[in-house]
């Protein structure tokens, strides 16, 4: 397993790659650019960026949200023109040392909450919280906006603001997608990236949804077993895999997310994981929680005995921290939660590893 970070970037991030390469056991970054998506990133800025991250001292191996055009999800007739970009990204990556790419093929919006600051009553930290009730008060353009004012100035990830400004005609759109059709859109973008990604030796890892449910009636087609056995039928390579995201999948008590982890870790079809805790408050109602299984559902001995046994070189990443000790950081990505977060982690899997040593 190798544990890395998500990092914003020195224009946009305020913790400095030092901070986290002080963090125990960090070997490099789930990194990224601030592209939106459909165009071709620069070479010369992704350079930068990696020499920036190796003179740290850390690796670039994997790169998160090389977003996926609206129109490639559309399946609109513009849509060749995007992949083309996509590609030429790939290409680009590949040849500059990228082993994986996490994106997602969710319609509209990436993850989403309800609030993104609730403060938890035990200890006075807060997270980022869920209530589907909430969300049928409010229709998407109330949580875009109200998502916006609460970023504390942050950017977040999956709410670019150029997204975001046609959400309205893109949602009018999607009434006529279903999941079929978002399928099929799907494997044609598959069926054009996955044979470069092969050549260019880079897996691309889908991300589920965030939450593990249809939302605003949009097609959502990546949050149960079910949906990523199909997905990864869709064009059966092992460069088309998953990004398994403990949070977001075990956002739906239904989903069982250690079997997961050892049904898709079989088939090495996981590219990377993102491994958090969430604690369930009621029916679609959650909030974040620390990463220690005793602090929310999920098992998180089970998920990291899981990828033990069935993908151990997997890249990881601890996920959204609480905010704790008065950080005033990005929603989701403060420093000190996360580092926590990789510490507990770091710490089960030496103790998975011992075991199975003296076995
Ligand atoms: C949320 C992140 C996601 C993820 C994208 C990948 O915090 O895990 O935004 O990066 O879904 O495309």
Known sequence: MKMTFRWYGSQSDPIPLRYVKQIPGMTGLMGLLDKPAGVDWP????????????????????????????????????????????????????????????????????????DLARVIPEDGSNSLYFDEKDLGEMGPLEIVHRTAEDSRGFTLPGWEPERLALLETTLRQYESVGPDDLRKNYQYF????????????????????????????????????????KIVRLHDSPANTLCLCTGSLGSNPENDVPGMIRHFGEMDRIGAMHVRNVKYLGYRHFREAAHLSKDGDLDMYAIMKAICDTCPDTYIRPDHGRMIWDEKGRPGYGLYDRALGAAYLNGLWEAIEREEQGK
């Open 43 to 114: 070479e010369d800025e992704f350079l930068a960026l990696k020499k920036e991250v190796n003179d740290a001292g850390l690796a670039l191996e994997v790169i998160e949200s090389v977003n996926v055009h609206e129109d490639i999800k559309l399946g609109l007739s513009t849509r060749d023109e995007y992949i083309d970009h996509y590609i030429s990204t790939v290409q680009m990556l590949g040849r500059n040392g990228v082993k994986v790419i996490v994106y997602n093929f969710m319609p509209v919006f990436d993850w989403l909450r309800t």
């Open 190 to 229: 598959l069926d054009a990236v996955i044979p470069v990604c092969e050549e260019a030796g880079v897996r691309m890892a889908c991300h589920p949804d965030d939450p593990a449910w249809p939302i605003f009636g949009l097609p959502r087609i990546a949050h149960s077993q079910e949906d990523y056995d």
